[in-house]
């Protein structure tokens, strides 16, 4: 009787460590997916910015977000296929919504709408998303990309609340 029990025990224990570890897994998954379809929709947003905004600078901020949100998409794009998983191509459903909306409505106050949707909310929740990938991935890879790529987040961040349109703190 105390071997069965042992047996189910050990049993149990590798089952439970099994599923942490696939639980683990999804995670670093998810934020992979999360990052990706959070840099989609920054590319998409600022392609509309170079066509529609009017401000220079928020045209010049468009630009140096596809370029670096490029760069950093076809890091995760290496990252994540060194990893098997398979990544969205283009931004979330709830991102394509809101590249909607700044494009909707009155052309004046495009350049506010996307500073304030795209400059400055979308990098505060994309900063999130990657500081708890920094504190909280389970692959140590992924942990130290997520770090990595975290300055240049902060400094979109700051570049978007400089804009003449932007949204202050």
Known sequence: MRTAQKFMSVTLLLASAAFASQAYARSDKSFMKEAAHAGAAEIEASKLAQTKAKKADVKSFADSMIADHTKVADELKALAASKNVTLPDGPSVKQKAEIKLIDAGDNDKFDERYAKTFGVKAHQDTIK?????????????????????????????????????????
């Open 129 to 169: 998303l990657f500081q708890d990938a920094a504190q909280n991935a389970k692959d140590p890879e992924i942990k130290a990309w997520a770090e990595r790529t975290l300055p240049g987040l902060r400094h979109h961040l700051e570049m978007a609340q400089a804009l003449s349109v932007a949204p202050k703190k």
